[in-house]
């Protein structure tokens, strides 16, 4: 943690660029991904890749590989966290654009304080908690409404819902990790869920008929730097950066990324997707991200204990694409 080990200060900054940036631009690769190859199927050669390289890396570096229960836990996580998510996120892109996605996913803290709340007894409604719900709330509907004139178009509704029950779902996977046999090494755990998340992936693509008239060989090179991006630098460095930080900075300055990606998402969005930043994606922004501010710092005022329970489990879980609900949380990350 901070003040552990001095530490080059250009290290520590660079490693929050990547975070910061890297993370953030994924949604944009994501959405240049999905207009030639599939979703579900450009997700799972995604997660392939990257938890084949990964799981390979530590084998390399002498960590022993999980146990058959250590496997079966991983699947039953890469369902919902996979599958679940990362499917949804990558399948709704090819209805929303990038940063909208991007926001949309920052109300993962949302829908885990209302499963703490609700389901799991770990965390207390109090007056401030319940307001920021409800702004998250509000945002959401700013953002996908279709009655009120902001003076830009709603959201794809189809898109909207995938991209809720994406949230839903990685809140979900938290809670079930909680419970399940994961790997002590937090890299090879990830490296597990990624090799198999991405199998299921490419199974519920074949199940899907994705693979029908798909041809590699016609996918254009932009397409193809966007895939290999996601792997090297989403999926990998990414990652690595994260994970380095963990050990030498505070978690409430890691966690801010949960507050940037989706800025950066929506600015490079705007300027090299070509898509529209309007008073509508300017109000719903603001909302979601002040109830993740007041969501993320609350628990550790209000609820310490299950704080800290939420953050041992999510460090079981990787950072992608999606913006994660918790200062500690190591699942992605897509980090979405």
């Not at 885990?112 to 965390?123: N, V």
């Not at 990414?238 to 950066?264: C, D, E, M, R």
Request: glycine fraction near 10%; proline fraction near 4%; charge should be positive.
């Amino acid at each position: 943690m901070e003040g552990s080990l001095p530490v080059a200060k250009w290290k520590t900054l660079a490693a929050f660029a990547v975070i910061y940036l890297v993370w953030g631009s994924t949604f944009l690769a994501i959405r240049i991904g999905v207009r030639e190859v599939p979703p579900f199927l450009l997700a799972g050669m995604r997660f392939v890749a990257a938890g084949i390289l990964l799981y390979a890396w530590m084998r390399v570096k002498g960590t022993p590989s999980p146990t058959l229960r250590e496997w079966g836990a991983a699947t039953v996580v890469a369902v919902p966290i996979f599958v679940g998510d990362y499917g949804l996120v990558f399948w709704a892109e090819s209805r929303v654009p990038s940063g909208i996605t991007a926001v949309m996913m920052a109300t993962i803290p949302v829908f885990m304080a209302l499963s703490e709340i609700l389901f799991l007894g770990t965390q207390r409604l109090t007056a401030r908690l319940g307001l920021a719900l409800a702004v998250g709330i509000f945002g959401v509907g700013v953002l996908v409404s279709h009655s009120a004139s902001f003076g830009d178009a709603p959201i794809d509704p189809w898109g909207a819902f995938a991209l809720i029950i994406a949230a839903v779902s990685w809140a979900i996977g938290s809670a079930v990790t909680r419970r399940l046999p994961l790997p002590a090494s937090k890299a090879m755990s990830s490296g597990a869920q990624m090799l198999v998340g991405g199998v299921l992936l490419t199974l519920f693509a074949l199940v899907l008929g994705e693979f029908r008239g798909f041809r590699m060989q016609a996918v254009s090179a932009g397409a193809s730097i966007a895939l290999a991006y996601l792997i090297g630098a989403g999926s990998i460095l990414a990652f690595t950066a994260y994970v380095w930080l963990i050990h030498h900075q505070s978690p409430t300055k890691v966690g801010t990324y949960a507050y940037v990606n989706p800025v950066v998402a929506v600015v490079l969005g705007y300027f090299l997707g070509g898509e529209t930043v309007g008073l509508r994606t300017i109000c719903g922004t603001g909302l979601v991200l002040v109830s993740v501010v007041v969501i993320t710092t609350a628990k550790k005022s209000d609820s310490r204990s299950s704080m800290a329970k939420q953050n041992e489990a999510q460090n079981d879980l990787f950072v992608n694409n999606s913006v994660p609900g918790s200062e500690e949380d190591v699942c992605g990350v897509e980090a979405e």
